[in-house]
């Protein structure tokens, strides 16, 4: 006489086939939980609301942002705005150091919210990023050189197939340079943690001239004042606008720093940030 299977067990057994095959399937595809796309990632004002943190990421641009070697604190002009903008919303403002060359991508992954850094607004990034109104203003096309080269009176001089030009690649100085002087042989530099490294280019003869922003050129130069010299520092080629970055199409965080940035451009408190390092010119709009 033949019996029934007994069926309790036998379900039990078939659940449990198949849960080692699902697992034998992720190992040998070697998948792994998917990163977040943008959209599924909050905005700034819900992550806010969802986690009580500000949370930002910053690069190192003297004075806007710079850390202690020692301590790895954070300090700046970037710093103090937005530690100012967390005391008035009662929220914690947590930073993270993000590499200039990968910021974007640490930004859509979700490693922060807001790029609080003097992040420079141009045609590029504006297709990758939501930015804040502008805070600042940065003198830009500034020339170093070596200390004895007299051959560059004028920044179109530099327009030259002779020419070698080092510029920080990606940024808004490589964007200028192509477009002011094309016939110059241009050597994009990557500088991950140094937005000065194109420097490093002259100092070694790998290069003639290279372009920076006005605050890179000082910095650098005065640490090798024997050997470098800067040039149109009285008289820029062009400036180049600063804000926050968000996420593309974050506009709800960026209208919420915007409305930040007014009240502390009214009260009198940017600027007063500013005159602790000595920053005030970077807080008025360039001369056209």
Excluded: H
């Excluded at 929220?91 to 060359?101: E, S």
């Excluded at 009176?153 to 200028?176: H, L, M, Q, R």
């Amino acid at each position: 006489m033949s019996t029934m299977p007994n069926q309790p067990k036998l379900i039990w057994f078939f659940a449990v086939a198949a849960f080692l095959l699902s697992l034998y399937s992720l190992r040998g595809n070697n998948a792994s939980i998917p990163t977040p796309s943008v959209e599924d990632l909050p905005g700034l004002v819900k992550s806010i609301d969802i986690g009580g943190e500000l949370r930002v990421g910053y690069g190192i641009f003297p004075p806007f942002t710079q850390e202690d070697p020692e301590t790895r604190a954070v300090s700046g002009i970037c710093v103090d705005i937005m530690n100012e903008v967390g005391r008035q919303l009662g929220v914690k403002v947590v930073w993270k150091r993000f590499n200039w060359n990968t910021m974007m991508a640490d930004l859509k992954r979700g490693e922060f919210d807001v790029l609080a850094d003097a992040v420079f607004q141009t045609p590029a990034r504006g297709r990758e990023l939501s930015f804040t109104e502008p805070y600042a203003y940065f003198a830009i096309g500034i020339g170093v050189v070596r200390k004895q080269d007299n051959r560059f009176d004028t920044f179109d001089e530099i327009n030259d197939p002779k020419v070698k030009v080092a510029v920080g690649k990606g940024f808004a100085e490589e964007t200028f340079v192509r477009a002011r002087v094309p016939k110059a042989v241009i050597l994009p530099i990557i500088s991950s943690s140094d937005t000065a490294a194109p420097i490093n280019e002259v100092i070694t003869g790998r290069a003639d001239i290279a372009i920076v922003n006005l605050e890179d050129a000082k910095r650098f130069v005065s640490a090798n004042s024997e050997n470098l010299r800067i040039l149109w520092a009285d008289k820029p080629p062009a400036f180049v606008p600063a804000g926050f970055g968000l996420r593309f199409g974050d506009l709800t965080g960026s209208e919420m720093l915007n409305v930040s940035l007014r009240n502390l451009r009214s009260t009198g408190v940017l600027l007063s940030i500013a005159k602790r390092y000595g920053a005030e010119a970077n807080f008025q709009p360039p001369p056209l």
